[in-house]
Structures are given as C-alpha cells and as structure tokens.
C-alpha cells in the first residue's frame, strides 16, 4: 500500500523557519516528480514547490519562491521542504504529492496525497 506521511509543522512565529517531511513508503518515487501543496479553509488547494526525480530541476508558487526550498533524499524515499522567513498567510496544511506530471517547471498532481500537516504561524 502506498502512503507518504508529512510531517515537521507546527505553530511558529512570523519570520521564523520549519523543515516538512514527506516519506513515502509502499513503492519508490525516486524516478517521479514530487510536489507540494497547501490549503486553507474555504479556499482551492495551491501549489507550493515541485522537484524533479533528479533534484536537478525545482519550481516555486509565486507567494513562497525564494523563502522556501524543496529538496529531496531519494536513498530515504523522503522529499522535504524548508520554509524561511515564514508569514502568518503561510498558515494551511501541506500536503505532499508523489508522481505528479512534471514539464517545463510546471507540476499537476497525481491521485497520490499525503494526509497533510498543520502549519500555523503567529503575528
């Protein structure tokens, strides 16, 4: 049975920093994409960062690039993401996705989510 697990949110001030964990177990992804998401109550699931089954190639939504970084370990079937300088409008629940279609920087999801991970940040 394939399942990923997030894991590393938490409540944290505004301009601090967490570090989410996706593992995955049941099958490898170390050949697929992997993205993240994040949604918020009442609103549309939005894209946060993807990354390559390589590591070589990323993509950020607009709201987080150049505070967050994803990043993988594919020896640990594990995808990260660490998330800077942290803003109360950063607060939702990350999901993780494995397997995703990814093309030209831009990543659709699969059918395959976490069960998501709270992140709340305090002004």
């Known amino acids: 049975q394939v399942q990923l697990v997030e894991s590393g949110g938490g409540l944290v001030q505004a301009g601090g920093s967490l570090r989410l964990s996706c593992a995955a177990s049941?099958?490898?992804?170390?050949?697929?994409?992997m993205g993240w998401f994040r949604q918020t109550p009442g609103k549309e699931r939005e894209f946060v960062a993807a990354?390559?089954?390589?590591?070589?190639?990323?993509s950020y939504g607009d709201s987080v690039r150049g505070r967050f970084t994803i990043s993988r370990d594919n020896a640990k079937n594990t995808v990260y993401l660490r998330m800077n300088s942290l803003k109360p409008e950063d607060t939702a629940v990350y999901y993780c996705?494995?397997?995703?279609?990814?093309?030209?920087?831009?990543?659709?999801?699969?059918?395959?989510w976490g069960q998501g991970t709270q992140v709340t940040v305090s002004s």
């Open positions: 049941g099958r490898t992804f170390s050949r697929n994409a």
């Open positions: 990354i390559s089954w390589s590591g070589g190639s990323t």
């Open positions: 996705n494995a397997a995703g279609a990814y093309f030209s920087g831009n990543y659709s999801p699969s059918e395959i």
